[in-house]
């Protein structure tokens, strides 16, 4: 009976309503992002108050602002078959065509006030033949002892930028203890002390479940399950999720929680791999390797599997998935100076380990360092003569890659006044487009192992 009242009060203490806690953007938001090309459409679940209306959708990127047309769905649609939440509106946005390629805030213009997904769309121009992901897991931000994880965060966004990957994975046990001003440094960064987000990563990242990913000051570890999940919608959005990218089928479950059974999750990607065609790469993430992955690698095949959750081992990537070497852990960010990377190939549907036969790799030269960020000294670091602020109509780009392995398509992006054209000394100019006060000039560069480029840019007469 004791046992019975004290899991009903915990049960009382873990309420949530059964659709919006305030977040009114249920997808793409947090631990989702949106891709789409020019000139495509993505859809945006949003839950509207009574009455509320929405008069305008932009898209608000760095530097630029586009204004896009939409239409509007009204229903009722469950997001999460465990905590049964649902959203009321579903909207389909068209991206313009001339809409440069950047990672970009959504704001909905309602009758309300803004209603936003901060860095929820990511638009490209086309899918790439020949794309990178990189993969890193266990941040545990905010734990005790864990004092430098978002400076380690904030050096792999850096170098992220420049390698330019499509898409991120994060495979969970993220943050301890939610706050808004957590959620805020994780996500956003933190401008006093100079550190980069999630947010700040220009590529598609999308986040997993942990273990450690549920609220342990008001639920024990096993059980709870629809209260779990609805405090996951609360901070982080959805918990299981599916997309597309050209031939890439890419498939995410929740199967991090003592005792939680994933099989509804299953079926459901199961179905969507049914209706979106197999494509010819199927990649699954989740937290804990050879898990309930396995249960649906026999109904979909997957071709790659990304999970965290052991600290310790990637050294032993791959392991045997079903019989499989195709199931990569990436080591703690807690604990660790690495993070994975892949490279795929979209029109054979292969995967190929960069960097190591693991995929590890460790991106600073003085690992020694570890609890001493200020002095990391990254393998890979792009750095400018000038302030590389929109001021100066001359600059250099210095481009350094201490890695044994080249990279392929590195990005260095420009950041110039407006008023002039702009010819480069080195690389090809991605794109070029004027923002409300800044011309920008993304540059594409393939880079030699043990390499330094610089890289001129000036205005053509």
């Not at 760095?62 to 509106?89: C, F, H, K």
């Not at 850096?158 to 203890?177: H, K, W």
């Not at 933190?190 to 997993?208: E, H, M, R, W």
């Not at 997309?243 to 939680?260: S, T």
Request: net charge neutral; proline share 5%; with cysteine.
């Amino acid at each position: 009976m004791k046992k019975n009242v004290t899991l009903l009060i915990l049960l009382l203490c873990f309420q949530f309503p059964e659709t919006s806690w305030g977040q009114t953007i249920v997808y793409p938001w947090r631990a989702t992002t949106a891709i789409v090309k020019t000139g495509d459409s993505f859809e945006v679940w949003f839950n509207a108050t009574a009455g509320q209306t929405i008069k305008s959708i932009r898209l608000q990127g760095p530097y630029n602002t586009v204004a896009t047309t939409y239409s509007l769905q009204s229903g009722r649609w469950i997001y999460d078959i465990t905590s049964l939440n649902t959203y009321n509106t579903k909207i389909t946005v068209k991206v313009p065509q001339k809409t440069p390629a950047d990672r970009y805030d959504i704001i909905l213009n309602t009758s309300t006030g803004p209603a936003t997904s901060l860095a929820g769309v990511k638009v490209i121009k086309d899918y790439k033949d020949s794309y990178y992901i990189v993969h890193f897991s266990d941040i545990h931000a905010f734990q005790n002892g864990n004092k430098t994880a978002l400076n380690r965060l904030s050096t792999i966004v850096d170098m992220a930028n420049i390698i330019n990957p499509e898409m991120i994975f994060n495979t969970g046990d993220n943050l301890y203890r939610p706050s808004e001003d957590r959620m805020n440094q994780l996500f956003s960064g933190n401008k006093v002390l100079g550190l980069k987000g999630l947010n700040q990563l220009s590529a598609a990242t999308f986040t997993v479940v942990g273990n450690h990913d549920t609220d342990f000051d008001k639920v024990p570890e096993e059980g709870f399950y629809p209260e779990k999940s609805k405090w996951w919608n609360q901070w982080w959005g959805l918990q299981a999720y599916n997309f597309k990218y050209n031939n890439g089928r890419f498939i995410v479950i929740n199967d991090a929680w003592i005792g939680f059974d994933p099989t509804k999750q299953i079926e459901e990607a199961s179905v969507w791999l049914t209706k979106a065609g197999p494509g010819n790469l199927r990649l699954g993430a989740a937290h804990i390797r050879d898990s309930e992955l396995l249960d649906l690698d026999k109904k979909v095949n997957f071709n790659l599997v990304l999970v965290g959750h052991n600290h310790h081992i990637a050294n032993t990537n791959p392991s045997l998935f079903n019989a499989k070497p195709i199931q990569y852990i990436s080591n703690s960010m807690r604990e660790h100076l690495e993070f994975n990377l892949y490279k795929i190939n979209s029109k054979t549907g292969t995967a190929e380990a960069v960097g190591s036969p693991t995929a590890q790799v460790e991106y600073i030269e003085n690992p020694s360092d570890f609890d001493r960020p200020e002095l990391y000294k990254p393998k890979l670091r792009l750095t400018y003569v000038q302030p590389n602020t929109g001021t100066i109509k001359n600059n250099t780009a210095s481009l350094v890659n201490t890695f044994s392995f080249p990279i392929e398509a590195a990005r260095i992006r420009f950041v110039m006044p407006l008023g002039s054209k702009y010819g480069v000394s080195k690389g090809k100019i991605e794109q070029s487009f004027d923002g409300q006060s800044y011309h920008i000039v993304d540059i594409q560069l393939n880079i030699e192992p043990n390499s330094t480029n610089e890289i001129t840019i000036f205005p053509l007469p």
